[in-house]
């Protein structure tokens, strides 16, 4: 018996299998009495070992009995497992015992020798006292006591009747079964032994096998979250964006306009909010991508902008972006952009909402804090029941946009979070300067150009450069820069008009900027009609469609504007009467006269439409005299 000792210990040997660190090595050598030299079983990469922390690995292991808890044994069965240690005490104590004296040890506990070495055997498996507690009598969990036959016909009957998309009932399984006892000539079971039969048949198989599949998946499937892989700050970053739940006002008449969307930006390993987005219009792509530029950029100006305290020391480059499968996640210029900037653009599988738990606990959490400001609606109606969310409403966008930004800066980040056990803000502190325990990542590094960050995730398209400019939605754009690009040939043809790339900010659009190759750089492009006034692209949608409406074929810049004009005459004139038109007019206002970017980056800076000469025709030559005098750094910037 000597032997059976070693099974709380094991001994270290050349060919022993062994588990280090959640991984497996085969001992090829003993260096000393301390450390052994094994081989990573996946690698192949030889390693030293410090012998008192291996563990055996069993090559051939055996299916365990998991014991209960200690806490679901009785009084009387701890006693007796007690009583049986005591009495075996005795031979552990001598592992050099004879067969006499072994016998002399029962005999006195009044039990036969071989119960005696079954206690023993009993204890040294587990090496616990709850290994001595004595086996419960009577008829153990899932033991079947019925005959073969009936046993076959019940089974069939399961798997070929009961498991399948029709979803029977279990009265209809149990008539069955019954038909069929009758046709094999044997006594059918209790109508009750057949529905205990039914219960055990495991959830997810229920699930699959009658017809809801991807109910199985959402509910059984492991949840497997990128967390493991976010080693250090902005390593891994989840977005996504919801309706917020409250209604927010105008700015010129403080009426309600509508519930605002928020896009958000989580840092996977800090649960730091990264970065953030808020506006009237629905999510697009533009508005993920001004988020994302967000996430990357310092922002100190951003906070002060919006007279918020507090620190948000969170910029510097993404390695993985999770996603949505929805459509605004998928545009090119979003993936074009993350790809120039080595971002890892994926895309969760559809159907599996828990693979975005982090931002969307994130969300939910905003969305109760949201409950307590002035026009909320609440989650639900029945929780709105009696609160008028409009007459309630105080908030404009731009002031929300300040409580939200509070909220995250002074609230959230600094509380602890249940998922990591410390605030975000600490956990980001450790991910950046290191602990006794980890090294930290360093100082984040610092985008040199928030513009040109903002630029790269603005929508695109490609246009070829004509004697008046650029023509992009009927509107025309021109800059002397243009000049050397006119009628450009492509160069890898040498025949078609090569084809340059523009972008645009989707709340201004009275500036492009265009791509120059050779420079690799962007130029901002005014319209050519400078007299023209800044709209945003939503105003330009609606005044297309409009006019499309009207049965307008030659659309022109001239006539979308006219179009817009007249719109925000009849939107002025209709403030109190509708409140989709409040909407309309705050989105226009917003875009009218922007003051300072809600993503923190420098904001497109429009020529001020009452500086500009105005004039009934499409294209205006440029008088310099009639230019309000602006200082040298602006007209810089400018051209």
Known sequence: MSSSIASRFFEVRAGALVSYEGKRHRITNLISVDTALGADLET??????????LKLVDEKPAKPELPRDLSLYSKEEWAIAQQRLETIK?????????????EAIAEQAGVHVTTLYRWLRDYLKTGTVSGLVPSRRGRKAGARLLSVELE???D????????????PSPQDVIEVVETRCRLA?????????????LKRVPEVVKFRRRGKREEAKNRF???????????????????DHTPMDIIVVDEVNRQPIGRPYLTVAIDVFSRMVAGLYLSLDPPNSGSVGLCLANAMCPKREYLASLDVPGSWPVWGRIGIVHVDNAKEFRGIALERGASEHGIDLQWRPPGTPHYGGHIERFIGTTMRWTHSLPGTTFSNIRERKGYDSEAESALTLKELEVEVVDFIVNKYHQRVHQGIGVS??????????????EPGLGLMPVPDDPLRLMIDFMPMETRTVQRYGIQWDNITYYDPFLDSYINSCDPQSGETKEKFIVRRDPRDVSCIYFYDPEE????????????????????????????????????????????????????????????SARRAQARSHASAKPTKSSNGLPPVSPVPVEAMPTASSGIVEEDIFAQPIRPFDEIAIRR
């Open 424 to 437: 975000p803000l600490k956990k980001w502190e450790r991910g950046i300067i290191g602990t006794d325990d």
């Open 152 to 154: 076959s016909v019940l």
């Open 520 to 579: 690799r750089s962007y130029t901002p492009l005014p319209y050519r009609n400078i007299g023209h006034p800044a709209i945003s692209l939503y105003e330009l949608k609606e005044a297309r469609k409009r006019l499309i409406d009207e049965g307008a074929r030659d659309i022109d810049e001239n006539l979308i504007f006219e179009q817009i004009e007249r719109q925000r005459q009849r939107v002025a004139k209709a403030v109190e009467k509708s409140k």
């Open 221 to 239: 499937t492991p949840i497997k979250g990128s967390i493991e892989t976010a080693k250090h700050p902005l390593s891994v970053v989840m977005m």
């Open 156 to 167: 069939s009957v399961i798997e070929e009747f009961y498991l399948k998309e029709q979803r």
């Open 90 to 102: 005795l031979l552990i104590a001598q592992p050099n015992r004879t067969r006499e004296e072994a």
């Open 185 to 197: 000539k044997i006594l059918p079971p209790h109508p009750n032994t057949v529905r205990n039969r």
């Open 44 to 53: 192949g990469k030889l390693s030293r070992l410090p012998i008192e922390l």
